[in-house]
């Protein structure tokens, strides 16, 4: 069965700093990988979806990857912004069947200004 | 992306009353939708997985009678709490994904639920 993990639970920055997100998961055989935004109270924003097939999404200042080989996937955030401030949740597709997303813990994110 | 509309986003309701909580994919055919729930400072729990027009798939440990799922449309699924309680209070949120599998999951804001 598919786990996710994240590491730090939560970071603390100064704004302005490049800064990574980690998740690992256990199955290798990972389908798709999906980072999320979650503010305080409200629901998930997709940020970025890395199919098996590909090691790496852009999107703006965003930059997620993904290594099925080590079980690894990271989310890159170039020069952070207080506006970043959130939780980031990383869920894993097992199988290309109609299977749902398997969460980590999420990271909560403070950038200060 | 696609739109997943949850609603309501708050609602506080009384020990042993039931609450329906409503999730729309407002511009794509979901034939899937899944039911989280999340415990504060917790990750998501996967409650269910509804099909379009047959029963709901429940998680161990979820109780199928207390949290009745309905996807009797392609474009709304809604979960009802019956006879809530206390414990019940969560903050739950729906996702939906269109007919292929390896597009991405759109989520609903959720719904925090506090029963008195």
């Known amino acids: 069965k598919q786990e996710v993990t994240q590491i730090p639970a939560a970071l603390s920055v100064p704004e302005g700093e490049n800064l990574v997100l980690n998740c690992s998961f256990t199955?290798?055989?990972?389908?798709?990988l999906q980072w999320f935004r979650q503010d305080p109270g409200k629901g998930l924003t997709s940020l970025l979806l890395?199919?098996?097939?590909?090691r790496e999404q852009t999107s703006g200042r965003l930059n997620a990857s993904l290594d099925k080989s080590s079980g690894r996937s990271t989310l890159y955030i170039a020069a952070s912004q207080p506006g970043d401030s959130a939780t980031y949740l990383c869920?894993?597709?097992?199988?290309?069947?109609?299977?749902?997303?398997?969460f980590g813990k999420g990271t909560r994110l403070s950038v200060i200004a | 992306g696609a739109v997943v509309s949850q609603h309501p986003s708050r609602v506080i309701c009384k020990s042993g009353t039931s609450v329906k909580i409503e999730c729309r994919s407002l511009?794509?055919?979901?034939?899937?939708m899944f039911w989280y729930r999340q415990f504060p400072k917790k990750s998501l729990m996967l409650m269910a997985t509804?099909?379009?027009?047959?029963?709901?798939?429940?998680e161990q440990g979820v109780e199928k009678d207390k949290f009745l799922i309905n996807h009797a449309s392609l474009t709304l699924s809604t979960l009802t709490v019956t006879s809530a309680h206390p414990e019940d209070s969560s903050f739950y949120i729906c996702?939906?994904?269109?007919?292929?599998?390896?597009?991405?999951?759109?989520f609903g804001q959720g719904t925090r639920l506090t029963v008195v």
């Open positions: 199955d290798s055989a990972i389908y798709n």
């Open positions: 996702s939906a994904r269109g007919g292929r599998t390896d597009t991405e999951a759109f």
């Open positions: 869920a894993g597709k097992a199988s290309s069947g109609n299977t749902p997303l398997v």
């Open positions: 509804s099909n379009e027009g047959s029963k709901a798939t429940y």
């Open positions: 511009d794509f055919q979901a034939t899937t």
């Open positions: 890395i199919q098996s097939s590909q």
